[in-house]
C-alpha cells in the first residue's frame, strides 16, 4: 500500500497502482526477482512491450484503464475515439485551461502531474532513493564537475504513475541546452523496487540536460525510464529559448520519474512539501502548481 498526502484536502490518500499485483511479485518472490533480473529489466522486454502499445491491438485497453483508475477525460484534448492506440491515449495532452501555470516568476512550479519528495541542503555524495539507500549525482549524470557545483542544493523527484498525464514541463522562463542519453536497465521506479534495486536511478535508463533559467540559475533536468517506458521523447529544441511551463517532452507507457536538481541558495521548497517528506511521504502535485519560491 503507498500512500501520498494530497495538499489541498491535507489528507493521506492510498494509491491506486497499475498492475501493483505484479510489481510486488516480480520484486519481493524468488521467482519474480529471478525473472525481473533475467528479462523485465531488459530493453528488449520494454521495447517489444511498447511496441505492442503503438499497435491498433492495444486500443482495446483504454477504456478499461479509464475506468480501472478514473482518469479524468473532460480535460484532454482529444476523445476517447481519436486514439489510435494505447501509447496515443498514454502521451495524451491536456487542454489549454487543464493546468493553470502560476506566471509569478519568483515562485517555482511543478514540472509535471505526479508524486513529489523535496530534499533541501543536499549532499551530492548521498542523494536519498529511499530511507537507507543513496546515489551519487556524479553517477547519475556521469559528470562529476557539474556534479560538484550543486553540494548544498535542493533535489526535486517526481514520481509519475502510469495513471499520470505524462509530459513533462519547463520550470521557468530561459534557454534549455542538449540532452545527454545514457543507457541502462528498466527496473520499475515504484516504492517497492527502490526500496529493494540499490542505486536503481543509476542503473536505469535516463537523460540528463541543464537549463539556464532566468530566475533560478542553471537547473538539471533528468529523466529516467522504468519498465515498459522504452522510450523518453524531447520535444523541445536546445538552444531555443523556452517560457515558462511549455513542454519539454514526454514518456511512454509506464511509470517513470523526473528529476531536477537547483544550486544552492537559490530556491525554497514549501514547508507542507518539505515536511511530508521528512516524514516519507511523496506529495501529490499538479504540473503547473506552485511548489516553492525564489530565494
Known amino acids: 500500500m503507498i500512500q501520498v498526502y494530497n495538499r489541498k484536502t491535507n489528507n493521506y490518500e492510498i494509491e491506486k497502482v497499475a498492475g501493483g499485483n ?5 520484486y519481493d ?16 522486454f520494454s ?23 478514473d482518469i479524468d477525460m473532460n480535460i484532454s484534448s482529444s476523445a476517447i475515439e481519436d486514439f489510435n492506440n494505447f501509447n496515443d491515449f498514454f502521451v495524451r495532452s491536456l487542454k489549454e485551461d487543464a493546468r493553470p501555470i502560476e506566471t509569478n516568476n519568483n515562485l517555482l512550479i511543478s514540472p509535471g502531474d505526479g508524486r513529489l519528495f523535496a530534499y533541501e541542503n543536499i549532499s551530492v555524495d548521498k542523494l536519498v532513493q529511499v530511507k537507507g539507500i ?5 553517477e547519475l549524470i556521469a559528470d562529476d564537475d557539474i556534479a560538484k557545483e550543486y553540494e548544498g542544493g535542493v533535489c526535486l523527484v517526481l ?17 534549455p541546452m542538449q540532452s545527454n542519453f545514457i543507457n541502462g536497465n528498466y527496473y520499475s521506479v515504484n516504492p517497492v523496487a527502490l526500496e529493494r ?27 529516467i525510464g522504468a519498465t515498459c517506458v522504452g522510450t523518453i521523447i524531447q520535444t523541445y529544441t536546445p538552444g531555443n529559448r523556452v517560457i515558462k511551463g511549455e513542454e519539454k517532452g514526454y514518456f511512454k507507457f509506464g511509470g517513470s520519474t523526473t528529476i531536477l536538481l537547483f544550486k544552492k541558495d537559490t530556491i525554497k521548497i514549501d514547508e507542507d512539501i518539505i515536511n511530508q517528506t521528512k516524514l516519507g511521504f511523496e506529495c501529490k502535485v499538479l504540473m503547473g502548481e506552485t511548489i516553492g519560491k525564489k530565494i
Open 22 to 26: 505484479y510489481i510486488k511479485w516480480s
Open 29 to 44: 518472490s524468488p521467482v519474480g526477482k529471478g525473472l525481473t533480473e533475467l528479462l523485465v529489466k531488459k530493453k528488449l
Open 159 to 175: 514520481r509519475l504513475c502510469p495513471t499520470d498525464y505524462h509530459r513533462f514541463h519547463f520550470v521557468d522562463n530561459g534557454t
Open 197 to 223: 534495486i540499490p542505486k536503481l536511478y543509476c542503473q536505469n535508463k535516463r537523460e540528463w540536460s541543464l537549463f539556464k533559467s532566468d530566475n533560478f540559475g542553471d537547473i538539471i533536468h533528468i529523466e
Open 47 to 69: 521495447k517489444l512491450y511498447g511496441a505492442y502499445c503503438d499497435t491498433s491491438l492495444s486500443k482495446k485497453k483504454i477504456s478499461n484503464f479509464i475506468k480501472d483508475f
Open 134 to 138: 543513496h546515489y551519487s549525482l556524479s
